[in-house]
């Protein structure tokens, strides 16, 4: 926490968290100049109904350019840019907006509208809610500021695939076993070829900085022979990511665009990349256009005993699909 928690504030702590709705609470906290978390913020944000967002941008606008004011007015600008961005310059920090309909010529860069992707066995809960504030209220709080609807969607699931494990085929640069990050099962894009049946990869760190290409003109993708950037570094061959069913819910317009480093979920097929570093699409090597992206992967998404895909990255797995040619191809990137 910003500041030591005195007997005053857990006691304004505790009116706060008794509060019926998230609104409330963010408005009083405004009001009483209360510091809470980025996280808790957040996750009290998500759960302010879009008809009240109006009235609590104006109280951000109205506090600024106090801490708590700052850190919402960041948020609403990734969720309702309209009621915010006349008041950017007030603001501390802007977090980068990127395209929501980058092109390339003709070719919009963006393959579908976002889904996220919703496992719900083998993660471990997150806890970053609960760890912000003193144990006492941990309850309180976390009814308030949860679920994430970027985690618990109130759209209906529209299909079922799964993550994780390994796939067939090898590396053509290291000669590592492929492993899977998505299959996209019954996906209503997967039989018109709107996006790939499956989304694999090499971990292996020279491949990953590379950048990696699989064709899936026989259905099950093939790594495109290339040579990587990098030198191999002996890493050892990470275990796979546990093998977990999965389903697909489209993503509200609030959640359209994700920035990385302000949390929630992270992984998704469709949509803006959450870019780490720069908006950088690949080349397809069939045709030479560039390539949209189709899904990314969140590098901290917690699975329960395995380290998931942080041992692949420490940032943003992106997947890319050229619907022409039938290739995909994956980046990542970290700070
Ligand atoms: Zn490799
Ligand atoms: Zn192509």
Redesign the pocket.
Known sequence: MPHDLTPERLELLDRLAAMPSPTQVLLAALEHREPLTQALLRGLLDRVPDGDLPQLAEAVVRHLPDEGADELGQLLMLQAPHLIEQHADELDDVPYIWPVDPRDGDRSLVGLPPHHIVIREGLVDDSSIEHSVRIGHSAQWQALASPDPTDQPSAPSIGEGRVGGLADGL?S??G?QLHRVLELGTFPGVDDGTVPAQIVV?P?MP?MWTGQFFSHADGTPVSVPRVNEFPDAGMPVPDPVPDLPATFHPTPPRWHVQDWGLGGNLNRVGGVGSWVQDMIYPTCPTCAQTIPIVAQFGAFTPFEGSYGWERWTEGIIYAFWCRDCRISAVTAQQT
């Open positions: 590396c640069a290291c590592w090499c292996n491949c």
